[in-house]
């Protein structure tokens, strides 16, 4: 469940591990500066703000005569902070303005509902720097201008600043670290997807962890060591092919000489099926070589396939303009040798060519014999044939499927044999 929440790339995951622990302790730090300090300093503000207020009114209450509370007046104006004055013979206002969620409009309605005896009425929101307060004492109502200042503590702006501000900036500094540290990884990855691909893919240069480094470092000895086998198995492979050829030569020369009364043709022809078999070969290890990876269109490939075959029987369905990366000629070999075989043993050929979400597929479709399923994996090895008895004379060595699938294995796909009531699919998938 959770898994569905959390974000899939490395990057994202690191992130929320760094971000998880800072946001919580923010959050806590702030939890325990507001409730312990910030709100109970505000209590202590407002409560000694009723006591003065209380004392000026306990003034006015036992004054003797105007004079001497206008002495007090005095003295209240000049050591505090406030301004007083007195409405003789007046109401408080009627109307009441607190707002329900202001902080400050419920915490001095609350000290105040506590702290002072006579009917009472504020309004916070009097001007930008002060609070107005009225008291009720007798007919009477004194009015008290008080500064913000008195009720207000203002640490707690600049705390969420200063909690802030750090925050935000060591978020940042992970951000570029975090950067950094996973580039190698995600070259990496990119590195052995493409080699898996078949690609080239050039040398990564080891950087990072230790860790990421060593994967690097090891990565690469291991795709040398690939390209090494690989390339001597084909330098090896066609060395020998080469050489075959010249005693091959040689003994269909002496076979042409001895051959007076046709009583070695059938040598003659071995020798003829071998030599094809070494020329197919050659061709193909040669054409695989020398080559690097583009991007082509594969429905104008197929296209320009068909019409080499010039059979009208062949159908190709294709939605859109298909591009894959790849060395198109072996592709092109490969689509061919598909093609062929279906030509020589089918009427009717349907190809589709569609992408999905990640893979490019391709169906070659025919209505053939097909091939047994027990035959599936055979036909794919290098100069198996299934109708070798028949000994079908029309030049083939059983090279076509293995060469298709070497083709597509190296392109990072699949290949798949399929029977169909009648006929055979070969369904082909590339990653894209
Ligand atoms: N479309 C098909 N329908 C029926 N059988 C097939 C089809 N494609 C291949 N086969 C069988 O699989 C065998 C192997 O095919 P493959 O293409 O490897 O060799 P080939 O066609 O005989 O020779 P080459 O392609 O080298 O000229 C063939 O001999 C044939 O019997
Ligand atoms: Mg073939």
């Known amino acids: 469940m959770i898994k569905k929440f959390l974000p899939k790339t490395l990057f994202f995951r690191y992130f929320l591990i760094i971000l998880t622990p800072i946001i919580i302790f923010q959050v806590l730090l702030s939890v325990v500066f507001f409730d312990s300090l910030w709100i109970k300093t505000n209590k202590g503000l407002v409560n000694s703000l009723t006591e003065e207020l209380n004392t000026i009114s306990s003034f006015y209450l036992n004054k003797k005569n105007e004079k001497d509370f206008n002495l ?8 505090s902070s406030l301004s007083v004055f007195v409405k003789k013979n007046s109401d408080l206002p009627k109307n009441n303005n607190y707002v329900k969620f202001s902080f400050y409009d419920r915490l001095m309605n609350k000290q105040f509902k506590q702290n002072i005896k006579t009917p009472y009425w504020f309004n916070t929101r009097l001007d930008k720097d002060n609070v107005e307060v009225q008291l009720k004492i007798q007919k009477d109502v004194i ?45 990496l990855a990119t590195s052995a997807e493409k080699f898996g691909k078949g690609q080239y893919v050039a040398p990564n240069k080891p950087y990072g962890a230790i860790e990421i480094r060593k994967a690097t470092i090891e990565f690469e000895k291991m795709k040398a060591r690939i390209l090494r086998h690989v390339s001597q198995r084909t330098t090896m492979l066609s060395g020998i092919s080469h050489d075959l050829k010249t005693p091959i030569t040689r003994l269909k020369l002496q ?41 082509f269109n594969v429905s104008e490939l197929v296209s320009e396939i068909i019409k080499k075959f010039n059979n009208k029987n062949i159908i190709f369905k294709t939605d859109e303009n298909l591009y894959m990366m790849g060395k198109k000629h072996l592709i092109k070999r490969c689509f061919s040798n598909l093609i062929d075989n279906s030509t020589k043993y089918a009427n009717n050929i349907n190809i589709t060519a569609y992408k999905s979400k990640k893979h490019l597929d391709i169906f070659f479709d025919d209505d053939g014999p097909g091939i047994p399923e027990n035959e599936h994996e055979r036909v794919m090895r290098p100069f198996y044939k299934l109708d070798k008895s028949r000994k079908l004379n029309d030049g083939s060595v059983g090279l076509g499927l293995s060469i298709v699938q070497d083709i597509i294995n190296s392109h990072g796909g699949t290949v798949q044999l399929e029977n169909k009531k009648k006929g055979l699919r070969v369904k082909l998938q590339f990653p894209i």
């Open 72 to 79: 007090i007046k005095k003295q209240v104006i000049e050591n």
């Open 143 to 187: 009015v008290f201008i008080v500064p913000k200042s008195r009720i207000r503590n203002s640490s707690g702006r600049i705390f969420i600043l200063w909690i802030m501000v750090p925050g935000i900036i060591l978020l940042l500094i992970s951000i570029l670290f975090l950067r950094n540290q996973i580039r190698p990884i995600t070259n």
């Open 255 to 295: 076979i042409e000489i001895l051959n007076k009364d046709g009583k070695l043709d059938g040598i003659k022809e071995d020798i003829n099926e071998m030599e094809k078999m070494i020329s197919e070969y050659l061709d193909y290890s040669n054409s695989e070589s020398n080559t690097e990876n583009t991007k």
